[in-house]
């Protein structure tokens, strides 16, 4: 079975403080994303990365950067958390199409910031 | 351009009642089609998925969906709902050389007894 893991189930920040969020697959997937999750909105997507060091922008970049140093590893960086970034973050991953490849998703991390 | 709909915020239905959560999609070219349920406070689980061949896919938990092309729907289906049903469910859409899936905004099942 694939497993995704989520670094955090809850993290609670304040207001301009930096927010890593990390996520590890044991699948040797080749796509790794990152989604938030809003009441009312559905899943929207942040950054996905196809490949070590490559990435590319989603629907919702703005405020979010992504480092992808490792195949099974997928970090989500706030640079400056704000009140309008809490919200539920899902990681997920697929194996070689982003498109039409089964995602697997970790178990979200739920970040409040004050 | 490339959506999905879930027309029905919610869907209500009383255990041991067929239940049907309805999806529908508009893309450009073969579409492949997914539904995924998701429990509070947890992430999304896979159910099924439609990619080709027969029209009606069976999925985990007893959970089955019917692909209609000249409708462009996939709506999610179970014979018997149970309590444990309840959950909040997804459609998504991808189609091949696309970068992502396109999600609907999520139905939420409950299931009375």
């Known amino acids: 079975d694939v497993k995704v893991t989520q670094s955090s189930r809850y993290l609670v920040k304040r207001t301009g403080e930096k927010v890593f969020l990390e996520c590890v697959q044991d699948?040797?997937?080749?796509?790794m994303f990152w989604y938030r999750q809003d009441p009312g909105l559905g899943l929207r997507l942040i950054y996905f990365?196809?490949?070590?060091?490559?990435?590319e922008k989603g629907d919702i970049p703005e405020g979010y950067s992504v480092s992808r140093e490792k195949k099974e590893r997928f970090s989500l960086i706030l640079e400056s958390a704000s009140t309008n970034q809490t919200s539920m973050y899902l990681c997920?991953?697929?194996?070689?199409?982003?498109?039409?490849?089964?995602?697997?998703f970790g178990p979200g991390t739920r970040l409040t910031v004050l | 351009a490339q959506s999905v709909a879930q027309p029905e915020d919610q869907v209500n239905v009383a255990e041991g009642n067929p239940l049907t959560v309805k999806c529908t999609y508009s893309?450009?070219?073969?579409?492949?089609l997914f539904w995924y349920v998701q429990y509070p406070n947890r992430g999304l689980q896979f159910l099924l998925k439609?990619?080709?061949?027969?029209?009606l896919v069976k999925g985990s938990y007893g959970f089955e969906a019917e692909f209609n092309k000249s409708q462009t729907s996939f709506h999610l289906k179970k014979p018997s709902a149970l309590v444990s049903d309840s959950a909040l469910y997804f459609c998504?859409?991808?189609?091949?050389?696309?970068?992502?899936?396109?999600f609907g905004s999520g139905t939420k099942l409950n299931v009375k007894p």
């Open positions: 997920a991953s697929s194996l070689a199409s982003p498109s039409t490849d089964t995602q697997y």
């Open positions: 699948m040797d997937h080749e796509n």
């Open positions: 998504a859409v991808g189609v091949y050389n696309f970068n992502k899936f396109y």
């Open positions: 893309v450009s070219g073969n579409p492949y």
């Open positions: 439609y990619i080709t061949g027969d029209n």
């Open positions: 990365s196809y490949d070590v060091k490559m990435k």
